[in-house]
DNA sequence: CTGAAAGCGCTTACAG
DNA sequence: CTGAAAGCGCTTACAG
């Protein structure tokens, strides 16, 4: 007898094996009132012993659903957008969708070519995060024009009428200058990240505000900019604004690592952390904790990004077909995580 | 005229347009010789127009085929395994394939359902790393019943005639004590991962032999055991290695968080490294150049895991129908990242 | 050079 | 209670 090895077993399989119809095996599979219960039975038997799975890509094609949804992401293998992943795929599980994976590795062609072979694969819909190269739209034109829905998480564009999960940078930036304020730094200097990212410049405007309301001085000599943000960088840069003669007394870096760098030229100069100066980051990795001392950050929270784009995107798949869903424009606030780096006391 | 818009064009539409079958159409599409002139250029015409993008999904009902791979990972978080994962989906978008990826966050069940899920998905192959929880294999013995290809990364079974890319975990822990002895270290303690794992015994293997082919002796009292290889376990278990009388000149950790512990108790105490105490970690994380001092460690190639095992995969998927594929059990060599930790000199 | 038919695996309106 | 037919979007052996 065929056991159906290394053929999936079929409606037909079952049909012809109990002389019925697929029609029928359909029908009695699903529990259609219509069947009679020994014709259930003994459909369900037969599926059970042949170990029977629906053909998902049959029914794809029927319903135009495939249950799946799209994932482009710039880098799977960085920390933060590792766990909006895993947010997105845990959101997914509950639902009974599968989660396709992408990723750019920054290139605008790649990206290009990832949504178009998703949407030929027919996603029900697509999560993305523009690569840093991004300038044109049209693959994501695309994506909207034929009716699938798309959800921006961390980095977005404007010109879309869609859902979208961002960070509040802004109110990240003002956290963490508050925070040093608070803990009585009163000369606070800024690693800024690139200004031509608009994530940076919220960062720096959240600064500013922050100095403003805590009555500190905003000085233009005390902010520099780290293009590339390693830790190299911000040991270079930091070293200079050690040498003004009216120096900082804090540093508010736009990420870790450039906040790792800082911390070191600090120490290098023989001056101490925290106590002389106090250094806080913004967390892109979960290092911070491990330095000497271990850093203060502004935490992402990546899992919960992923949670909230999913969310955005099965509230738009489960619309009734037609109905206009309320796009939402959802911005996480980040939280202080105060380590030692930031302990005047 | 109705633009296609929400509803993809498909080759019978453009058929209609034409007024010719969609046989045609198709024929024309793949530029098959049998068709004029005309009628291809008039068809890719009206395609491009429309921005024509066939139907993977009936594709795939066709051919049986997807395109897809499913990849089963214990966490995706996890900088390792988010690497593998990287690896993997290079590939595959070389190959033109998509990607499909499941946490089972180390969860049996869920493991189980992923899987289900990915079959019924109709992936054209599984690359599957096993949750710590995994005790039995119905779940993946219906994968190679059913004829799909299955590659495990990582953690896998011994029970499946398939391919494999594993850590020499054995070679790690040789390379580890290996370099601590060449730096000069004499006394040599070990941090052991959880001794119920093949990889721990594999790594605590390793630095038995590497004692004995330099002439070092083995004590049974330099070797504990990390169950949860957290920081604070290595902080814990460290201290007691730190008060023997003959203690240690230098720790081979298992994993870089009880390394970190290590660590830090080591500085703690007032002993110096690398001067007085040599630490080696082995790698999970990123995280060693971090610390202070950076921490050496034995590197886990992830990324050239997930290459290999998706190479794996597509020679199986490659072969012509029926033709046996020889298994390659692949064993990656991990490397001796040399850091300050272990400059003695 | 082109088209009608069958089929991939399923569902469901229609008919009996 | 059951079945034949049509259709999801495509391809291809067969016929002309």
């Given at each position: 007898?065929?056991?159906?090895?290394?053929?999936?077993?079929?409606?037909?399989?079952?049909?012809?094996?109990?002389?019925?119809?697929?029609?029928?095996?359909?029908?009695?599979?699903?529990?259609?009132?219509?069947?009679?219960?020994?014709?259930?039975?003994?459909?369900?038997?037969?599926?059970?012993?042949?170990?029977?799975?629906?053909?998902?890509?049959?029914?794809?094609?029927?319903?135009?659903?495939?249950?799946?949804?799209?994932?482009?992401?710039?880098?799977?293998?960085?920390?933060?957008?590792?766990?909006?992943?895993?947010?997105?795929?845990?959101?997914?599980?509950?639902?009974?969708?599968?989660?396709?994976?992408?990723?750019?590795?920054?290139?605008?062609?790649?990206?290009?070519?990832?949504?178009?072979?998703?949407?030929?694969?027919?996603?029900?819909?697509?999560?993305?995060?523009?690569?840093?190269?991004?300038?044109?739209?049209?693959?994501?034109?695309?994506?909207?024009?034929?009716?699938?829905?798309?959800?921006?998480?961390?980095?977005?564009?404007?010109?879309?009428?869609?859902?979208?999960?961002?960070?509040?940078?802004?109110?990240?930036?003002?956290?963490?200058?508050?925070?040093?304020?608070?803990?009585?730094?009163?000369?606070?200097?800024?690693?800024?990240?690139?200004?031509?990212?608009?994530?940076?410049?919220?960062?720096?405007?959240?600064?500013?505000?922050?100095?403003?309301?805590?009555?500190?001085?905003?000085?233009?000599?005390?902010?520099?900019?780290?293009?590339?943000?390693?830790?190299?960088?911000?040991?270079?840069?930091?070293?200079?604004?050690?040498?003004?003669?009216?120096?900082?007394?804090?540093?508010?870096?736009?990420?870790?690592?450039?906040?790792?760098?800082?911390?070191?030229?600090?120490?290098?100069?023989?001056?101490?952390?925290?106590?002389?100066?106090?250094?806080?980051?913004?967390?892109?990795?979960?290092?911070?904790?491990?330095?000497?001392?271990?850093?203060?950050?502004?935490?992402?929270?990546?899992?919960?990004?992923?949670?909230?784009?999913?969310?955005?995107?099965?509230?738009?798949?489960?619309?009734?077909?037609?109905?206009?869903?309320e796009k939402e424009n959802i911005v996480l606030k980040t939280n202080v995580i105060s380590r030692e780096s930031t302990q005047k006391k």
């Amino acid at each position: 007898m065929d056991m159906g090895n290394s053929h999936q077993v079929t409606i037909k399989d079952i049909a012809r094996e109990l002389n019925i119809s697929p029609s029928t095996v359909s029908r009695a599979l699903k529990d259609h009132p219509d069947i009679s219960k020994d014709t259930k039975k003994a459909v369900s038997d037969l599926a059970k012993k042949y170990n029977y799975q629906p053909n998902a890509i049959a029914l794809s094609l029927r319903s135009r659903k495939t249950n799946t949804i799209g994932v482009v992401v710039p880098q799977i293998v960085h920390f933060f957008f590792s766990n909006v992943i895993s947010g997105i795929e845990d959101i997914a599980y509950d639902k009974g969708y599968n989660v396709m994976v992408c990723q750019t590795n920054e290139l605008q062609e790649r990206e290009e070519k990832s949504v178009q072979a998703l949407l030929a694969s027919r996603v029900d819909g697509l999560l993305v995060s523009l690569s840093k190269e991004t300038k044109t739209y049209d693959h994501l034109r695309k994506v909207t024009d034929g009716g699938t829905p798309l959800v921006f998480f961390d980095r977005k564009s404007d010109d879309f009428d869609v859902s979208s999960v961002v960070i509040d940078d802004y109110e990240g930036g003002y956290q963490a200058t508050e925070h040093l304020a608070k803990q009585g730094y009163k000369k606070i200097a800024h690693l800024a990240g690139p200004l031509n990212l608009t994530l940076s410049k919220s960062r720096y405007a959240g600064y500013q505000q922050a100095l403003k309301d805590y009555g500190l001085d905003y000085r233009r000599d005390y902010v520099i900019e780290c293009a590339n943000g390693t830790i190299e960088e911000g040991y270079q840069k930091t070293k200079p604004l050690l040498d003004l003669r009216d120096k900082p007394d804090a540093v508010f870096a736009a990420n870790d690592p450039a906040a790792i760098g800082a911390l070191k030229a600090i120490k290098d100069s023989g001056l101490r952390v925290p106590q002389d100066i106090g250094v806080i980051g913004f967390s892109d990795w979960q290092l911070a904790s491990l330095v000497e001392p271990a850093l203060s950050s502004i935490s992402q929270p990546g899992y919960e990004m992923g949670a909230e784009a999913a969310r955005l995107m099965f509230k738009a798949l489960e619309a009734a077909k037609g109905e206009e869903v309320e796009k939402e424009n959802i911005v996480l606030k980040t939280n202080v995580i105060s380590r030692e780096s930031t302990q005047k006391k």
